[in-house]
T-cell receptor
């Protein structure tokens, strides 16, 4: 089992560029989440999904979109990147939704 | 303002010392989790507490959930350098549904 994997690990964007972050899990989990982690602020929930074909907004959804076309994949898109989106992005998956049991290794994104 | 306030923010101690990290809120949580995160990696779930007053032990780590389910603590006995890392508490407030909010974290450094 690979657990939760994230692609890419690092990325540098220019303001206004777009990109998609990919999260994949091989544990057949229903729940998947995207967080961003900034110094001194812990992790903040961007979007989440409670099953294939469903998505919902979290605490800080503005500027991001997500899709969950397949149960094992959860994509996070930035349509027009801004410097304020410079952060480390973590994906997580959970069987029960009670706790985010498995986190990916993170994607470090810098927007210039 | 964080929904979950963690204290202290930083802790630097000598090997063998004991320490306690606190996680406080004015909200009631259905459950609280503690995670440990090492640099460049995603958080790893240590424990979930769900019952007010619950105490769980994981080797030298003791976790307690407050009676009113608004706070939690993590106590480490005889800290070791391998305990060094970022400790995060997280909980799902009753009014939020199956979504977690995270504290800002406590950076622990154990010196040998």
């Amino acid at each position: 089992n690979a657990g939760v994997t994230q692609t890419p690990k690092f990325r540098v964007l220019k303001t206004g560029q777009s990109m998609t972050l990919l999260c994949a899990q091989d544990m057949n989990h229903e729940y998947m989440y995207w967080y961003r982690q900034d110094p001194g602020m812990g992790l903040r929930l961007i979007h989440y999904s409670v099953g294939e074909g469903t998505t919902a907004k979290g605490e800080v959804p503005d500027g991001y979109n997500v899709s969950r076309l397949k149960k094992q994949n959860f994509l996070l898109g930035l349509e027009s990147a801004a410097p304020s989106q410079t952060s480390v992005y973590f994906c997580a998956s959970s069987y029960s939704g009670l706790a985010n049991e498995f986190f990916g290794p993170g994607t470090r994104l810098t927007v210039l | 303002t964080q929904l979950l306030e963690q204290s202290p923010q930083f802790l630097s101690i000598q090997e063998g010392e004991n320490l306690t990290v606190y996680c406080n809120s004015s909200s009631v949580f259905s459950s609280l989790q503690w995670y440990r995160q090492e640099p460049g990696e995603g958080p790893v779930l240590l424990v979930t507490v769900v019952t007010g007053g619950e105490v769980k032990k994981l080797k030298r780590l003791t976790f307690q959930f407050g009676d009113a389910r608004k706070d939690s603590s993590l106590h480490i006995t005889a800290a070791q350098p391998g305990d060094t890392g970022l400790y995060l508490c997280a909980g799902d407030p009753q009014e939020y549904g199956n979504k977690l909010v995270f504290g800002a974290g406590t950076i622990l450094r154990v010196k040998s």
